[in-house]
């Protein structure tokens, strides 16, 4: 029979009434490995990033791989290796880009709340850029480069009030949010900026939000950001580069996001009728790169039918799946092998005691328990938002490439989760 591609996941497909990622039968992966499970596609990673590379050819551009979407080393790597930089929002996050081989110039450091300790060790380790969110943050991160001897290359993150139009807890470029300079203290900060000698300004910044499914906002910020630079330029502080940070979204569920190529022409065009379309732009995209290369496999553990629902208990919960619980998110369900049968309707809910641990709400499905599932684009803002709750060990992670599975993290167990808990007292020893 013919693969029949699961749409809008171009390198998942059935085969035989089995679900593939690539070359591999994802049942027998879970076999192997257990459930939950997170299964990573290389290939639709590198295809969603070709996809921006298409969008910038002729131009420079640095494509900065936001890594709070997914930080596995075994992710990390694909970037690096295809020549990506990195958006990192916390030391930690810096020692997994150095780890996996990323350069320490084609780092830029995000965040409101950076650390002394984090910036020194950031400049020590020579980070190209570090994206300033507060005036001052500005003054400890001069003080910080001055005891080092150094100067912090800077880029200041700009607020733009924009609306990006997607869920208020992933908006963070309009005037109530906590993130980037806003827009009227912009000017002053960079003219302090520019008399700071442990600072080095570089660039201008800014990240509307995420899951932005929209050409709009990214006009609009496009535009206001060409004034600043306009403005700060004029005020005599020259900018390297134009970082029009992350947030493209994908389709979850039917929505019909602007592909990364078509986008950034019609951006390009807006730099070009505006002279600036041979600046060096840097952009930091996370979700559109991984989202959709990700899927997490889960077992059927029970069915409980009910008068009002019917419950659909599965291994996987909101310690591995946070995004229904915490934004309402909808991420699809399917089978790994699907039945013939008619389906029923399942509210599709984890084994946590909370009743936000749902996966999926009225999904219709044909099941049986010990049946598997895969909840899909599950590759962004899952496995790095992954807790312990309910002393759940956090899943292990597998990347596809072709024919080839590799297990890039192993899953945790109760010995590592206890690791560094100690008893009081006469039982302490
Ligand atoms: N740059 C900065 C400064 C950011 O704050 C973010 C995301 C990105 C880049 C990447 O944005 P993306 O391309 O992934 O949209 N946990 C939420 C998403 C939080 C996004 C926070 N910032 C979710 O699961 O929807």
New binding site residues.
Partial sequence: MKPQNLPGHPHFSYRDNALFCEEIRLSDLAQTHGTPLFVYSKNAMLAALASYQRGFVGRQVQICY?M??NPALGVIQVFAEAGCGF?I?SGGDMDRVLAAGGEADKIIF??VGKTRAEMRRALQAGIGCF?VESEAELDVLNEVALSLGSRAPVSI?VNPNVDPQT?P??S?GLKDSK?GVAHERVLPTYRRAATLAGIRVLGI?C?I????TQEGPYLDAVERMLDLVEAIEAAGVPLQHIDF?????IDYHGETPPDAERLWQTLLARLDARGFGQRQLMI??????V?NAGVCLSEVLYLKPGEQKNFCIIDAAMNDL??PA??Q?YHQIVPLSPRPEAPGKYDVVGPICESGDWIGHDRALALLAGDRLAVLSAG???M??ASNYNSRGRAAEILVNGAQADVIRQRETMAQQMQGERLVGSRSS
């Fill in positions: 936001a709070k979407a958006d929002v995000s965040g994206n993150r869920h807890y992933i963070t993130f910044d990240h939000g995420s899951q932005i940070g992350g947030g493209l979204g930091e995209p996370g979700r559109s790169l989202g946070p995004r915490m934004y998110a962004a803002y899952c790095s938002m």
